[in-house]
């Protein structure tokens, strides 16, 4: 038996040698012809550099497409839709008054609760009503608000169930064919509900109505670049929306919201940070109209401090991740119109472009160790930033309350937004880690 095995290992080893002998000219053979083949060097092609220069100019192009897109949809709105509307229907007073309930829930907010109160009972409209929600405050708010029972305020005390489960209370103790939130650090222009009453007049399809939110008292300059901030990044990308129809986030210092609407599809959720952009998308989703009415003014708080600032922005920017991963099913989709094909990925954009601001100047900051153009991407950058101070401006002076301190600060807007962007990024991460954290509002000051 070993015999056999052995004789098996002779010839095996005999058969791989005469193999290798056989094979060795033929593989010899095929090294030199491939020795003789030029291949191109794609690196002096695809270079370190040359990525640097295509990933930045890729960046620049969507960000200044994004900037030039708002600018024409907001010139519309502003200029060419009045116009067109004006020549097709002539401008007429409203004849019936709509109902309108305002609902201002409040948690621990005694120090602006009575000034919010007092500016809702000066309003320039016959037919509306003032409820207030006090979500188990543990400050004298109940008290504040109590205050203003005999002028026909309506308080209500709860237990503690989130901002979410206050306007709820709200809207089922209101009498209002529609429901307006304001936040009770804020405080409405006498003028806003003739114009929210207007839209909802002109368009029997509309679900709802964001109002434009204000700074009030922007003193010191973090405020003033939030005024900012509100004037262009967020107005001005309301007013290119609301010409299609599908305005993404209500605010809730001023949402103006359909009662019968939000009885069909069920109220605010109280499963996200940013109910306001929640219970628009189900708005949408639902098939109604969104749009958006610049002189239907709120004026509101900001955060004074960098770190109240911070706490702010990782909210809204956490619950706008939140909301989008609740309707996947929107994404694109045109059975919901142009909320699904324009609208998400717009707001996809909007969450994007904070990764695309840091490109730029990341890009800027390597592209040296690679032997990239500075010249030009330095020049690329500056267009983007004159651009940027100009949109800015604009947004500025087509606001029915335009400001000459947003004007002059401007210029370091583009340096604000990518402080904002990288509070942002923060967000996202912690929002894709599943990171705990709780509802944390800025300090209260009283309104002016």
Not at 20 to 28: C, E, I, W
Not at 240 to 263: D, E, F, N, Y
Request: proline share 4%; net charge neutral; hydrophobic share 45%.
């Amino acid at each position: 038996m070993r015999l056999m095995r052995g004789t098996v290992r002779l010839l095996f080893a005999a058969a791989l040698v005469q193999s290798l002998v056989l094979v060795t000219p033929a593989y010899a053979s095929a090294i030199d012809i491939l020795t003789q083949i030029r291949v191109p060097d794609y690196s002096s092609i695809f270079n370190y550099a040359f990525l640097i220069e295509a990933f930045f100019y890729g960046s620049l192009f969507i960000l200044i497409f994004r900037l030039v897109s708002f600018c024409s949809l907001s010139f519309i709105y502003t200029f060419v839709a009045p116009f067109i509307s004006s020549v097709i229907k002539k401008k007429k007073e409203i004849d019936e008054f709509i109902k309108i309930s305002i609902i201002v829930p409040a948690y621990n907010e005694e120090v602006t609760i009575s000034s919010c109160i007092k500016s809702m009972l000066d309003l320039n409209y016959p037919s509306y009503e003032v409820i207030v929600v006090d979500d188990g405050s543990s400050d004298n708010t109940f008290n504040e608000a109590s205050k203003h029972s005999d002028k026909g305020v309506k308080v209500i005390r709860q237990k503690n169930t989130g901002k979410p489960g206050a306007i709820n209370t709200g809207i089922r103790n209101s009498s209002g064919d529609v429901v307006i939130t304001v936040d009770a650090d804020s405080k409405l222009h006498p003028d806003a509900l003739k114009w929210i009453s207007r839209r909802f007049d002109s368009n029997p399809r509309l679900g709802a109505v964001a109002g434009n939110v204000k700074i009030d008292k922007p003193t010191g300059l973090l405020k003033i670049l939030q005024s900012l901030e509100y004037t262009t990044a967020i107005n001005l990308g309301r007013k290119s929306q609301s010409l299609l129809h599908c305005v993404m986030i209500v605010p809730g210092a001023i949402a103006a919201l359909k009662t019968q609407v939000l009885k069909e599809i069920g109220y605010f959720p109280q499963d996200t940070f940013a109910e306001d952009f929640d219970i628009t998308m189900k708005i949408l989703q639902a098939g109604y109209h969104v749009e958006y009415e610049s002189r239907a003014i709120a004026f509101t708080q900001a955060p004074e401090s960098i770190e109240d600032f911070m706490k702010q922005r990782r909210r809204w920017y956490r619950g706008m991740a939140q909301v989008l991963a609740k309707y996947q099913k929107m994404y694109l989709n045109p059975r919901y119109g142009t909320a699904g094909i324009i609208g998400v990925p717009y707001m996809w954009l909007e969450l994007g472009s904070s990764l695309l601001n840091m490109v730029l100047l990341f890009t800027l900051l390597i592209s040296s160790l690679y032997g990239a153009d500075m010249n030009s991407l330095t020049s690329g950058m500056l267009v983007y930033w004159v651009l940027t101070v100009g949109v800015s401006i604009y947004a500025v002076l087509i606001d029915p309350k335009p400001g000459i301190k947003e004007i002059l600060v401007s210029p370091l807007y583009l340096f604000y937004s990518v402080f904002n962007d990288g509070v942002g990024i923060m967000a996202f991460v912690e929002e894709s880690l599943n990171l705990t954290m709780r509802w944390e509002k800025p300090k209260r000051e009283e309104l002016g």
